[in-house]
């Protein structure tokens, strides 16, 4: 060996002989879970500076919005084996310490949970759940140190469910991670909910399922491994050692949520009882499964670290979520739970809504994903107007690429080629994450064309996508049924007892040019007083027609005229060709029949 690396070495040793890091184990207590607060003990040992600086995250990853965890922290307190030490706020979420000569001291502080969502954190005297952004500090700049959690159970509670490992086979309370990034990603369960097991893609799975409710666990299994193993197939390798799904059945549901080795799913409860229910329980499963392999591991490269103080923009979120959503259809019906004809029913509709979004020509589709964090996640009456989904565009926009992707290898690749390609290229031989650029290379690298013009007009541009000449490479057609005039005023309302008030008013539409205003209470219409529906009149109107809307806008009466024009909203059908040529008949095999 050369000498100079045998200093490096001899140096590396001896630094980490004379300075040890850090230390931390939480422990978390529930004793009155009617309260709904969470008791965490942080204990910091091997302390070796004057100030400790500690913080709570802002925001969690997978979900882009700033959520401000530290409003829910309360009765902060720090001390050692002699006295409590000295605290002040440096930052929203951020406390300093000052520690002294302190080597080992303790924080002590509460976190008040009452938020039943896949991104926060709840407690009550059935079960507890949380993420642990909502609930563990971290001390700035040793964010890569390991940490144990014991859990303290309030003491009805029996099951713990974490995708976390045990310190021991006898301690099944007690969890460590390897780094705050793992902690974080690992969402708690306990409490007494059922619990069961199963195989696939050799790796054990297991299904925490809150909430008694109907659910068949045997038709579960089976479908959750004709899913996982569908998708493993795409990338050749499953990542994951053990996967975690928990599941709350619940009133009102927040969707999925995906960690590294496990995911949050919620559902309305009894959902699972009607086939449609099911079903919908099956893929929210397989669109969070698919994320172990795109976003956990292959993801922008801005993602690669977290700043968990800080918003991290990316233009790529319709790669991470839109075709996590397409494949997670398209999973659906190659495992043959969803025939073909029934998915291109539903591809159409998706078409349709992102068509009929006038946001569609306001917000390009990269964008979308950027302003996520100001837009997708803070909604208001004008939304839809501005903005467009990344997820049911970024769905869309799958199905388009991986019909071109096919058509120009004549059936030999398609989107599955991509995703294995740049899954091998910057997760498992980079780990660097990938750019825009590279994503665009890709895609070219496997089509073997030039697909920059393509993306620099659909997804960086708001061009409308040439669904016909894509759909006729598989032999489909697209037809729109709205063929003939249907009028429209151009607005949404909500009654309240007979209070008849604009909800939203549509870009470019009638009531938009005549000058409808959100929170405008309709009085009258033409004359007639209005108590239940005010679009009645419009469907004996005619293209021309101007009607007049009496309204309370800030308690002054104005009139509105509104001139009816005729919709040009679209609903698209797909119809097959009756003579498709054998390049299309390959197309389509290859896409839709997957061979």
């Known amino acids: 060996m050369n000498c100079k690396y045998c200093f490096v070495a001899v140096m590396i040793f001896f630094s980490s002989a004379l300075y040890a890091l850090p230390t931390v184990k939480y422990t978390l207590g529930f004793e009155e879970p009617q309260t709904h607060y969470i008791k965490v003990k942080?204990?910091?040992?091997?302390?070796?500076?004057?100030?400790?600086?500690?913080?709570?995250?802002?925001?969690t990853p997978g979900s882009y919005m700033v959520r401000e965890y530290s409003r829910y922290l309360e009765q902060f307190?720090?001390?050692d084996a002699k006295q409590s030490l000295t605290v002040s706020r440096f930052r929203k979420n951020g406390w300093e310490v000052k520690t002294g000569s302190t080597t080992d001291f303790t924080v002590e502080y509460y976190i008040y949970a009452y938020d039943l969502t896949v991104r926060t954190a709840f407690v009550d005297v059935e079960h507890a759940y949380f993420n642990g952004a909502a609930v563990f500090l971290y001390m700035e700049n040793f964010k890569n140190i390991s940490s144990t959690v014991k859990i303290n159970?309030?003491?009805?509670?029996?099951?713990?469910?974490?995708?976390?490992?045990?310190?021991?086979?006898?301690?099944?309370w007690i969890v460590s991670a390897p780094d705050y990034d793992a902690l974080i990603d690992a969402p708690f369960e306990i409490g007494n909910h059922d619990v069961f097991s199963f195989t696939a893609a050799g790796i054990k799975h297991e299904m925490a399922m809150f909430g008694k409710s109907y659910f068949d666990s045997t038709a579960i299994k089976n479908d959750l491994i004709k899913i996982i193993e569908e998708e493993t197939k795409i990338f050749g390798e499953n990542p994951c050692r053990r996967y975690?799904?928990?599941?709350?059945?619940?009133?009102?549901?927040?969707?999925?949520?995906?960690?590294?080795?496990?995911?949050?799913?919620?559902?309305?409860?009894?959902?699972?009882?009607?086939?449609?229910?099911?079903?919908?329980f099956i893929s929210l499963a397989a669109h969070e499964y698919f994320h172990i392999w795109n976003i956990k591991r292959l993801h922008p490269s801005v993602l690669t670290t977290f700043d968990y103080d800080n918003e991290i923009y990316t233009s790529l979120l319709f790669f991470a979520e839109g075709f996590t959503a397409y494949y997670s259809d398209m999973t659906t019906v190659r495992i043959k739970m969803v025939k073909p004809e029934n998915y291109l029913k539903t591809l159409m509709t998706n078409i349709s809504t992102v068509e009929n979004t006038p946001g569609n020509k306001i917000q390009s589709l990269a964008e979308a994903g950027y302003d996520a964090w100001i837009k997708y996640y803070s909604r208001n009456e004008n939304s839809s107007n501005s903005t467009i989904s990344y997820y049911s565009k970024g769905n869309v926009m799958g199905a388009m690429l991986d019909l071109l992707i096919i058509d120009a290898t004549n059936g030999k690749s398609g989107l599955d080629d991509v995703m294995k390609y740049m899954y091998n290229q910057f997760y498992v031989k980079k780990n660097t994450g990938f750019t825009d650029a590279e994503l665009i290379s890709s895609v070219e690298k496997i089509c073997d064309c030039n697909m920059k013009s393509f993306?620099?007009?659909?997804?960086?541009?708001?061009?409308?996508?040439?669904?016909?000449?894509?759909?006729?490479?598989?032999?489909?057609?697209?037809?729109?049924?709205?063929?003939?005039?249907v009028p429209y005023s151009g607005f949404n309302f909500t009654n309240n007892n007979g209070k008849i008030t604009v909800s939203g008013v549509e870009r470019n539409s009638p009531a938009w040019k005549g000058g409808l205003n959100v929170n405008d209470e309709i009085l009258a219409i033409n004359d007639n007083r209005v108590i239940d529906d005010p679009q009645k009149i419009i469907s004996s109107s005619v293209?021309?027609?101007?009607?007049?809307?009496?309204?309370?806008?800030?308690?002054?009466?104005?009139?509105?005229l509104i001139v009816i024009e005729n919709s040009g909203k679209v609903s698209y059908e797909p119809t097959m060709m009756e003579d498709p040529d054998e390049k299309m008949k390959i197309v389509y095999n290859k896409w839709l029949n997957n061979n």
């Open 455 to 485: 993306f620099q007009n659909y997804i960086y541009d708001t061009k409308t996508i040439p669904y016909d000449s894509i759909f006729l490479k598989a032999g489909i057609k697209m037809t729109n049924s709205n063929k003939n005039p």
């Open 244 to 280: 975690l799904f928990i599941v709350h059945q619940i009133p009102v549901s927040t969707g999925g949520l995906e960690h590294r080795n496990s995911a949050t799913l919620q559902v309305v409860r009894n959902a699972m009882s009607t086939p449609s229910g099911y079903n919908s």
């Open 543 to 560: 293209a021309g027609d101007i009607i007049r809307y009496l309204v309370n806008r800030s308690g002054r009466i104005k009139e509105v």
């Open 42 to 59: 942080m204990e910091i040992s091997n302390w070796s500076e004057p100030v400790c600086r500690l913080k709570l995250p802002v925001w």
């Open 153 to 172: 159970p309030f003491k009805d509670w029996k099951k713990l469910s974490v995708a976390l490992d045990p310190v021991n086979a006898d301690q099944p």
């Open 77 to 79: 307190k720090v001390y």
